[in-house]
């Protein structure tokens, strides 16, 4: 865990709870001072992880809690996902290729690329029984 969260959400693994997502994180921007952009990158990547979480992350029907923490230090974003899902690295996930036409290739992939670019530093670790996912990005200087 950071040692200092600025900010924790929990939500449920209903696609409903992306809008608290959204909510949330435009207030933490707000409290940061994030940049638009670095707004925007943030709601994008963490759309991509909590959706693809909900939708296939679970085995059951059953409500689950998906924690979030984010924090801001020294010019570096830090965020956390925490699940009970089935155990998945999204860094072990095979990378889509790019080199192929779109129609001949397998769906999906793209999405986890996108986050593996969009970050300076993902980390995966199965703790316990759950998930723990740590994304790392330096953000421009705060500061509207």
Known sequence: MFERTHMRLELRNRLGDLARLERGLARFAGEQTLAPRDLHS???????????LIEHGYDDDAEHVIE?????????????????????DPLAASAPELGTAPSERPIGGLGLLFVRRSVDAIEHRRVGER??????????????
């Open 131 to 144: 998930n723990l996912l740590r994304l790392r990005k330096r953000i421009a200087a705060r500061g509207r």
């Open 68 to 88: 979030i923490r984010l924090a801001l230090s020294d010019g570096e974003l830090l965020v956390e996902v925490e699940d009970d899902g089935r155990p998945f």
């Open 42 to 52: 943030l709601n994008l990547v963490l759309d991509e992880i909590v959706t693809n």
